[in-house]
T-cell receptor, first 114, second 116 residues
Framework: AQTVTQSQPEMSVQEAETVTLSCTYDTSENNYYLFWYKQPPSRQMILVIRQEAYKQQNATENRFSVNFQKAAKSFSLKISDSQLGDTAMYFCAFMNSNTGKLIFGQGTTLQVKP | DTAVSQTPKYLVTQMGNDKSIKCEQNLGHDTMYWYKQDSKKFLKIMFSYNNKELIINETVPNRFSPKSPDKAHLNLHINSLELGDSAVYFC????WGQGTGSYEQYFGPGTRLTVT
């Protein structure tokens, strides 16, 4: 069975600084997708970034980038130039492309301080 | 226009009652999902439907019954509500199964269910 682990329950960062959230996963599949979702206090689930396992290049979306290490089964999220609006809970998620099922990590609560 | 919508956003009811949550998406997706987020914020899939057919049915009590009248709608009916059913329920949709290779899921705003 696939599992996703986020080992940092809470993190904080000063505004304008950089922070990295960790995520590891376990799977025997070769074809899958990885995602980071953001859940602010409004509780809306917002897609931050996605990575296809077959792509070696790390995904980037503006201030958000990932470090995808397939052999190590690691998928960390780097947020550059942190903004107050980045304060939220961040979920790492794994999707097996055969089933379309998302498996989430436990989440990391990120606080951006002014 | 809201991509994935859910009604109601809040639902307070007593134990033993039956309630439904409705979900609609206007993204043209073939696959829809229900997730449950518990009090510790843990998200777990409950069901998924592809083109009105049940694809995923996780270990969920029989009191929960999804219904997909068409590809754009997926409703969740819950019978004999229990205290432990209190949670936030999210609907989502994606292009999974449509062969586009773009499988990210888009979520509705969630329904906070409180059973007293």
């Amino acid at each position: 069975a696939q599992t996703v682990t986020q080992s940092q329950p809470e993190m904080s960062v000063q505004e304008a600084e950089t922070v990295t959230l960790s995520c590891t996963y376990d799977t025997s599949e070769n074809n899958y997708y990885l995602f980071w979702y953001k859940q602010p206090p409004s509780r809306q689930m917002i897609l931050v970034i996605r990575q296809e396992a077959y792509k070696q290049q790390n995904a980037t979306e503006n201030r958000f980038s990932v470090n995808f290490q397939k052999a190590a089964k690691s998928f960390s999220l780097k947020i550059s130039d942190s903004q107050l609006g980045d304060t939220a809970m961040y979920f790492c998620a794994f999707m097996n492309s055969n089933t379309g099922k998302l498996i989430f990590g436990q989440g990391t609560t990120l606080q951006v301080k002014p | 226009d809201t991509a994935v919508s859910q009604t109601p956003k809040y639902l307070v009811t007593q134990m033993g009652n039956d309630k439904s949550i409705k979900c609609e998406q206007n993204l043209g997706h073939d696959t829809m999902y229900w997730y449950k987020q518990d009090s510790k914020k843990f998200l777990k899939i409950m069901f998924s439907y592809n083109n009105k057919e049940l694809i995923i049915n996780e270990t969920v009590p029989n009191r929960f019954s999804p219904k997909s009248p068409d590809k754009a709608h997926l409703n969740l009916h819950i019978n004999s509500l229990e205290l432990g059913d209190s949670a936030v329920y999210f609907c989502a949709s994606s292009r999974w199964g449509q062969g586009t290779g773009s499988y990210e899921q888009y979520f509705g705003p969630g329904t906070r269910l409180t059973v007293t």
